[in-house]
T-cell receptor, first 115, second 111 residues
Framework: EAQVTQNPRYLITVTGKKLTVTCSQN?????MSWYRQDPGLGLRQIYY???????DKGDVPEGYKVSRKEKRNFPLILESPSPNQTSLYFC??????????????FGDGTRLSIL | KQEVTQIPAALSVPEGENLVLNCSFT??????LQWFRQDPGKGLTSLLL?????REQTSGRLNASLDKSSGRSTLYIAASQPGDSATYLC??????????FGAGTRLFVKA
């Protein structure tokens, strides 16, 4: 089954404790992206990647890191989490950006609470 | 900077009614526009994607239109059903391969 898998689905942690949210897709997609969703603000793009070793900032990259060493994986790293990063996070992928006609497929989300 | 606005923020209609959801964007230099559905506590499901060169796309009871020059898209839902109740989001593919989302329209269809 074609899917985007995020782990963990839920996480409660404390300020300053490094964490990684994993994202994996099994569709051989080139484009992958991370978003956060907050009430009243909608979804905002954090980082995206056009292919292996190619990443770029979205609208809200501060406090986050990403890497794309393999095509299928795109982890989101919070080196020193703070309470303002408490949010619902989504990973998405699409076949290719250059084609511009491929829909994005989303994971089920990761609810992150930072105390 | 690209901004995407969705009106109305919430909508309640009786079952069977045809309805239109609106999405507007400030920069017409987009390469696509996508409509999604989000159920409470769930991820996003892609409904329709319109390339910048297209005017509309249809899938079942859904029809999405795109007018780049005026910076507008509409999602038309025919013969609404209670199962259509969800939040509908539009997203534009914009400069540098970014994706910008609107805040969504929360739809409630009453049986």
């Amino acid at each position: 089954e074609a899917q985007v898998t995020q782990n963990p689905r839920y996480l409660i942690t404390v300020t300053g404790k490094k964490l990684t949210v994993t994202c994996s897709q099994n569709m051989n997609h080139e484009y992958m992206s991370w978003y956060r969703q907050d009430p009243g603000l909608g979804l905002r793009q954090i980082y995206y990647s056009m292919n292996v070793e190619v990443t770029d900032k979205g609208d809200v990259p501060e406090g986050y890191k990403v890497s794309r060493k393999e095509k299928r994986n795109f982890p989101l790293i919070l080196e020193s989490p703070s309470p303002n990063q408490t949010s619902l996070y989504f990973c998405a992928s699409s076949l290719s950006v250059e084609g511009a006609n491929q829909p994005q497929h989303f994971g089920d989300g990761t609810r992150l609470s930072i105390l | 900077k690209q901004e995407v606005t969705q009106i109305p923020a919430a909508l309640s209609v009786p079952e069977g009614e045809n309805l239109v959801l609106n999405c507007s964007f400030t920069d017409s230099a987009i390469y696509n526009l996508q409509w999604f559905r989000q159920d409470p506590g769930k991820g996003l499901t892609s409904l329709l994607l319109i390339q910048s060169s297209q005017r509309e796309q249809t899938s079942g009871r859904l029809n999405a239109s795109l007018d780049k020059s005026s910076g507008r898209s509409t999602l038309y839902i025919a013969a609404s059903q209670p199962g259509d109740s969800a939040t509908y989001l539009c997203a534009v593919g914009s400069g540098g391969f970014k994706t910008i989302f609107g805040a969504g329209t929360r739809l409630f269809v009453k049986a």
